[in-house]
């Protein structure tokens, strides 16, 4: 790797990327709560519902990996998902050692109630990834970033993003008529 960049090219470039990716998260951080906060939920637990519902099934591991989370993160806030009985814990009779958590049908709701309730107006990222779309007829595709994440975390890891976006196309659980959150911001909130 010296003899293809220098440290001054390598530093450019890492500090470019830090600033540019926390900037990045800063604004989707603040779109995501905003969206979820009518739910009683904060980002890891929309985010591990997320998963759930696209893994149809899966263990804490998966969880912790795909969300990008430590595993006591995904392991403490799916239990107080489970808590508001929005998850189920299981053990598999052939995997003793991983538990495994499942939506419940009050939990599949929830979050189909979130993504009913998406706003595209009120997301600032995609307001301004519209322009380019004025420009190139499409929302920008990411490649790079694919490619690197991909080398990041692997395959396996871009291969989860596939199916969950497959999923989303597939089961199509956006209803285009806003959804009634009255009876979730009744619930007591989580922390």
């Known amino acids: 790797m010296k003899d293809k960049i220098s ?3 390598a530093i450019f470039y890492s500090h470019k ?6 900037a990045l998260w800063k604004a989707i951080e603040k779109d995501w709560q905003d969206w979820i906060k009518p739910f009683k939920l904060n980002i890891n637990e929309h985010h591990i519902l997320w998963i759930a519902y696209h893994l149809e099934g899966s263990s804490i591991s998966e969880i ?22 929005l ?7 052939n995997d003793k050692r991983n538990t495994y958590i499942e939506l419940t049908k009050e939990g ?3 979050l189909e109630a979130t993504l009913n309730e998406y706003s595209p107006e009120d997301n600032s990222v995609l307001r301004g990834a519209l322009p380019m779309t004025e ?7 990411f490649l790079d970033l694919s490619a690197l994440i991909k080398e990041i975390y692997g ?16 089961k199509n659980p956006v209803n285009e008529e806003p959804t009634d959150i009255e009876s979730y911001k009744q619930q007591p909130k989580s922390s």
């Open 87 to 93: 998850l189920q814990f299981s053990k598999r009779e």
């Open 64 to 85: 912790s990996k795909y969300g990008v989370m430590h595993v006591s993160t995904a392991f403490n806030f799916s239990k107080k998902l489970e808590k508001r009985g």
């Open 155 to 170: 395959n396996e890891y871009m291969e989860i993003l596939e199916r969950s976006l497959e999923n989303i196309e597939e």
């Open 108 to 110: 599949s709701e929830l």
């Open 135 to 141: 420009m190139y007829g499409k929302l920008p595709e």
């Open 7 to 9: 440290k001054q090219e």
């Open 17 to 22: 990327m830090a600033q540019l990716s926390k």
